[in-house]
């Protein structure tokens, strides 16, 4: 069984920053796809950031530019970068991970933006 944890999540002003993490139980190399989803209040999870067996990354027109994903391999470990971020933005972050049959979803974190 894999597991994953966020943390780096947070109450910022609107224009801040945070790094999410997600720390996995294995390595990071068995998983085909590493993904970030959020759900805000009310709103199904949606995608923010995706990164499989190729290397592509997307993101959904709503946060490109601002957010980054990146992976540390050593640390096996995803980060999320959001970067300018918006009341918008505010949701329970969720770490995803697929290997070639199973999923694994992280528990959350809460990202909160607000002034």
């Known amino acids: 069984q894999v597991q994953l944890v966020e943390s780096g999540g947070g109450l910022v002003q609107p224009g801040g920053s945070l790094r999410l993490s997600c720390e996995a139980s294995?390595?990071?190399?068995?998983?085909?796809?590493l993904a970030w989803y959020r759900q805000a209040p009310g709103k199904g999870r949606e995608l923010v950031a995706i990164?499989?067996?190729?290397?592509?990354?997307i993101f959904p027109d709503s946060v490109k530019g601002r957010f980054t994903l990146s992976t540390d391999n050593t640390k096996n470990t995803m980060y999320l970068q959001m970067d300018s971020l918006k009341p918008d933005d505010t949701a329970v972050y969720y770490c995803?991970?697929?290997?070639?049959?199973?999923?694994?979803w992280g528990k959350g974190t809460q990202v909160t933006v607000s002034s």
């Open positions: 294995k390595s990071l190399f068995v998983f085909v796809v």
């Open positions: 990164i499989s067996s190729g290397d592509a990354r």
């Open positions: 995803y991970a697929q290997e070639r049959v199973n999923v694994y």
